[in-house]
């Protein structure tokens, strides 16, 4: 059979079809496809005939196959193109305003209450070298140590520490070997309830499951045996974490600060005593026996975070991350964050929460509060959800407390802040309210019902049981409950601010604060 380039072109265009259908690739050109061989028996073309008669025609049978192979084989194309748009249109597609909130709410709350740990403690460099070089000696080298890591609340003690135990812990030889013992003197009230801890934490053999069984002075006995057995070669290094220290202090005769700090101190097991504590008098609350045996090992933290470093981190914890689901509303909330840095008002707000304390703690709270304003019809914070956060965070819950008293209950207030001004701060009892309370009723009031005495004792009572009032002797000395003497726990401002804003306030009433003030 010979072939003619027309029948050849034919069966070329046939092969690419059956190609593209069965196994297309893109990267498969026509030169690597396999050639018709034009020398083969059967396959050699009359070039005669072409020149002669010109090109062979195809007959109307190939036509019709021809063009039922290309129908076929076109639906096989365009699904592969509707593949790549649909993949194009999943790219570019945006969530809702809802979706993206409700993400920004997950995770800037999950942020703010679960607190993670940085990279490395932002402004203490110097005390995270010395803590992780002390605990790294006892892991490593089995030389016991003890170390007081003193600051205020919410200053980062204990992320100090999580931070070097962090590090220290991703070394194998560590990880494998040190046993930590984690005590809270708020959970430990005394020694009895820490040695049962101590003993449950460490899995000694005294334990079974989770109760710990044998006297108090059995089980110090079977810790320091223990504790002592051992040596700097063989034995695991200890680190006991006693966060609170200051209320270990105040546990009778101090037995197991004693023994602790003994251990620590002798060539035994290797143990390293950890105490955070805020109170910078601590030492003072040891005996002597137990301050002989304590290193005099202290870490002390003073925030000297700057208000630029302040305002940095205020940008960094409102942050989205890059890998948000909708790019185009992360960077949006980014940059709508970015220009809330730089408005005169905010900064305001956070120089006066940075003046008065600068930890993380409030921060975050302030953060929480702005955070509950946004919504699908807010998406973004403004400069007026920041001012309504910190009016939230600094309200005073007392003067909170007063806006939902009575008018009876509110008029008792003012009653005993005028025998406070009367009588120069002296304690009062319930008669000398109750007096004062009926000359305003009969002089200057025609607007406030005249209560009964058992009406107006019941609303005595629920001001001493809201705590804003209390009695001078603490409740112990046995005399009627109107006689009893008592002391408002409010000022003048605090009476004065919740007089303007109580709702509905009657007039006569304003007008005697005003008097008993004046």
């Known amino acids: 059979m010979l072939l003619s380039p027309a029948r050849l072109l034919h069966w070329r265009t046939l092969d690419d079809c059956l190609i593209s259908k069965e196994n297309p690739d893109p990267l498969r050109t026509h030169q690597d496809r396999p050639q018709a061989d034009h020398n083969a028996p059967g396959l050699t073309h009359d070039t005669s005939g072409a020149e002669e008669g010109g090109a062979d025609e195809l007959g109307m049978g190939d036509v019709e196959k021809f063009i039922g192979l290309q129908i076929r084989c076109s639906p096989v194309i365009n699904s592969g193109q509707k593949v790549i748009m649909s993949k194009r249109k999943s790219r570019e597609a945006h969530l809702a305003v809802g979706d993206c909130v409700a993400q920004v709410q997950r995770i800037l709350r999950e942020r703010f209450c679960h607190q993670r740990l940085p990279d490395r403690p932002v402004g203490l460099e110097s005390q995270y070298k010395h803590l992780l070089e002390l605990l790294r000696r006892t892991a490593v ?83 320091l045996e223990a504790l002592k057995r051992g040596d700097k070669s063989s034995s695991r290094p200890v680190f006991f974490i006693l966060e609170e220290f200051d209320l270990f202090a105040h546990h009778k005769n101090q037995t197991l600060l004693y023994n602790l700090l003994d251990v620590s101190q002798s060539a035994q097991a290797p143990v390293a005593v950890v105490g955070l504590t805020c109170r910078l008098d601590v030492l003072e609350l040891l005996e002597k026996r137990v301050k002989s045996r304590f290193s005099h090992r202290q870490i002390h933290l003073l925030s000297c975070m700057s208000f630029c470093q302040y305002l940095d981190a205020f940008r960094s914890e409102l942050a989205l991350p890059d890998d948000f689901p909708d790019s185009k509303f992360s960077q949006e909330w ?106 305003f009723i009969q002089r200057k009031s025609h607007s406030i019902h005249n209560f009964e005495k058992p009406v107006v004792i019941k609303a005595f009572e629920h001001l001493l049981q809201l705590e804003l009032i209390r009695p001078v002797d603490g409740g112990v000395c046995k005399v009627q409950r109107e006689y009893q003497l008592m002391r408002l726990m409010l000022d003048h401002t605090q009476v004065m601010e919740a007089l303007q804003r109580y709702p509905q306030c009657p007039t006569d009433v304003k007008q005697w604060a005003v008097s008993a003030f004046g």
């Open 141 to 223: 080298h089995g030389e016991s140590n003890s170390v007081l890591i003193v600051g205020p609340r919410g200053a980062g003690k204990t992320m100090l520490l999580r931070c070097a135990l962090r590090e220290l812990l991703e070394l194998q030889e560590v990880k494998q070997n040190v046993l930590q013992v984690h005590l809270s003197g708020l959970l430990q009230t005394d020694d009895r309830i820490a040695l049962k801890e101590i003993t449950r934490q460490l899995h000694l053999e005294n334990v079974v499951g989770d109760k710990v069984f044998g006297s108090f002075a059995e089980n110090l006995v079977f810790l």
């Open 334 to 439: 980014n940059l709508n964050v970015s220009e809330l840095c730089e408005e005169k008002s905010v900064q305001e707000i956070l120089q006066k929460h940075f003046n008065s304390c600068k930890d993380f703690r409030s921060l975050h709270l302030l953060l929480l509060l702005a955070l509950t304003r946004v919504s699908v019809s807010n998406p973004t914070l403004r400069a007026v959800d920041i001012l309504e956060a910190s009016r939230m965070s600094s309200a005073d819950s007392k003067a909170n407390i007063l806006h939902g008293l009575s008018v009876l209950e509110l008029c008792l207030i003012i009653a005993m802040k005028h025998l406070n001004d009367i009588y120069e701060g002296e304690p009062f009892n319930f008669q000398m309210v109750h007096n004062e309370f009926k000359k």
